[in-house]
């Protein structure tokens, strides 16, 4: 496979997607890129090969999807791994001991884990602050800060955060800024055109878009961070599998068309929710009703299909007698596939998040999320309206 020669600079978003590192085989002439299943690579000679070695380092299936994935992101360099958390993980392996990192408070719970679990014990250390003001953001910061990491939209509360107002503050200081876009993608946000140095995707979520992989990716234009980071992913070999990229870079070439009727079927829910008697609070930056609605506006193309919502009284019994009763959401962890998903997150994506944190930011022990799939508008708010009966 080639690189991008053939695509014009300023090509739209749906034609790099589609075909952003991806150029026919030269050996064949295949439209799509095949999958390089081998673990290693037979040598011309001694000290002498053709690029590749070991699978662990190079592989081409996997080096089409970085390409693709910078080329969607706007960064010059993309790096892929087993999995979201894999990718995280080797991103703050790429600080040392002594430092700190200023992270948002309503992090995916798996992220919290690691950091507060996991990376604590070998000498990071870890301020969780609502980075929805950039002033608190910035008084978070200690000379020993490295790293700004925020989600945003946050799951599941889908507060906002100002990158390129966090990412002014933070390189005064020689902080790098990095970006959760999972819930957005590059189809509805950029980060790095808005002033952060790295973003980070689940690739299991929308860009691969059919709940039938597992993997990670970071995305920068630093060079040197690059090279850290791929150092880091071949040392420590927390590299997605060839079947597992070739399943993502299906995934993107229709990221454009999904998102599109992820969102317009999102809106139609999120209205239908902010209207009902049986609930509490709904969470969606595309309601005009929400406090942060005017800077998704300015920061992001669209409000994506994720919704957060507390039914009832936002008791654990009321989100239990909703979740139970929902038919075509089907009932689990994950998101951003063509299927619509419920999930109960205190129990499920953020058990390892203290209740008492949870409460304090507004996060109901009933709080249901939607990831609205790309089903049939009407199906979904029926069942959506017949699960609330349930309270």
Known sequence: MGGDAALPPDAGFSTRAIHAGQEPDAATGAV??????????????????KGYEYARTHNLTRA????????????????????????TNTLLQSLSAGDHVVAGHNLYGGTFRLMERVLKRHGLAF???????????????????????VETPTN??????DIAAVSERAHRRGIKVVVDNTFMTP????????????????????????????????????????????FLQNAAGGVPGPMDCWLAL?????????MQRHEENARVLARALAGHARVAAVFYPGLPTHPQHALAQRQAS???????????????????RTFDRFRIFARAESLG??????????????ASVPRETRLAMGFADGLLRLSVGIEDAKDLLADLEQALQGI
């Open 187 to 230: 189809f509805f946000q950029r980060p790095l055109s808005l002033g952060a140095d790295v973003v980070m995707h689940s690739v299991t979520k929308y860009l691969n878009g059919h709940s039938d992989m597992v993997g990670g990716a970071l995305v920068t234009s630093d060079e040197a961070l690059a090279e850290s980071l791929r």
């Open 32 to 49: 799509v890129v095949p999958i390089y299943q081998t673990s290693t690579y037979a040598q011309e000679a001694l000290g002498r090969n």
């Open 302 to 320: 669209g409000f994506g299909g994720m919704i957060s919502f507390i039914p009832g009284d936002g008791s654990l019994e009321a989100g239990r």
């Open 127 to 149: 301020s969780f602050i609502p980075t929805t003001d950039p002033e608190a953001v910035e008084r978070a910061f200690t000379p020993a800060t490295r790293m700004l990491f």
């Open 156 to 161: 599941p509360m889908m507060q906002l955060t």
């Open 337 to 350: 596939g063509v299927e619509s998903l419920v999930c109960h997150p205190a129990s499920m994506t953020h």
């Open 64 to 87: 089409s999807l970085e390409r693709n994935l910078a080329a969607l992101e706007g960064g010059r360099f993309g790096l892929c791994f087993a999995s979201g958390l894999a990718a």
């Open 250 to 258: 299906r995934g993107t070439k229709t990221l454009a068309v999904r």
